[in-house]
């Protein structure tokens, strides 16, 4: 098995900052997705990549960048925190793109005071 | 674009009845792949089941369901509620691209 390893647990930053939120796996998967989860809403993806240095815009892209450096990790950075956007954010990963089972990290809980 | 819709938002039961949670989804992909996630209380969401097989019964720790691409659905159902069913359901689309989630129906078994 693997796992899906997310930093920080908790995020407390100021409006109008820019924070990075950072994951790393080794299941030594091809595909790596990070989602928003807000109550009600459900789980809307930001940004996927389907291997290193791959980057794809999600449904909710605007206010964020990605980084796949590696095939490990894959970073998010909401480049100017506001406040509604007081969520939890949660990385997954899957062997390839589609029709295969999605693994997800415990999550970073984001809150812009 | 793809989409997932998920009617009830809330759902609460009593422990022994049946439980069916909707979904329907919305693609042009002739074949999607759908799934269901379920999330219990402060974890991560993980698979509970999944199909590509139209009209094809699939089962999994009890629940169970049945991709009907004719009327679009993915419903899942379980013939009996029990306590630690009470979670976060999430019905799921794939086009082969990326996952689209719906907005989740949290169910509550009360005893």
């Known amino acids: 098995g693997g796992i899906i390893t997310q930093t920080p647990k908790f995020l407390i930053g100021q409006e109008g900052q820019k924070l990075t939120l950072k994951c790393q796996q080794n299941f030594n998967h091809d595909t790596m997705y990070w989602y928003r989860q807000d109550s009600g809403k459900g789980l809307r993806l930001i940004y996927y990549?389907?291997?290193?240095?791959?980057?794809q815009k999600g449904d909710l892209s605007e206010g964020y960048d990605a980084s796949r450096e590696k095939k490990s990790s894959f970073s998010l950075t909401v480049t100017s925190a506001q406040k509604n956007e007081m969520a939890v954010f949660l990385c997954?990963?899957?062997?390839?793109?589609?029709?295969?089972?999605?693994?997800f990290g415990k999550g970073t809980r984001l809150t812009v005071v | 674009g793809d989409s997932v819709t998920q009617t009830e938002g809330l759902v609460t039961l009593t422990e022994g009845l049946p439980v069916m949670l909707n979904c329907t989804y919305q693609?042009?992909?002739?074949?999607?792949?759908l799934f269901w996630y379920v999330q219990h209380l402060n974890e991560s969401p993980r698979l509970l089941l999944k199909?590509?097989?139209?009209?094809k019964r699939t089962e999994h720790q009890g629940f169970h369901a049945t991709l009907h691409k004719s009327s679009s659905s993915f419903h899942l159902q379980k013939s009996s509620a029990q306590l630690s069913d009470s979670a976060l359901y999430y019905c799921?689309?794939?086009?082969?691209?990326?996952?689209?989630f719906g907005s989740g129906t949290k169910l509550t078994v009360e005893p």
């Open positions: 693609t042009i992909y002739s074949n999607p792949f």
């Open positions: 199909s590509f097989t139209d009209n």
């Open positions: 799921a689309l794939s086009d082969y691209n990326v996952l689209y």
């Open positions: 990549s389907i291997t290193e240095n791959d980057l």
């Open positions: 997954a990963s899957s062997l390839r793109q589609g029709g295969t089972e999605v693994f």
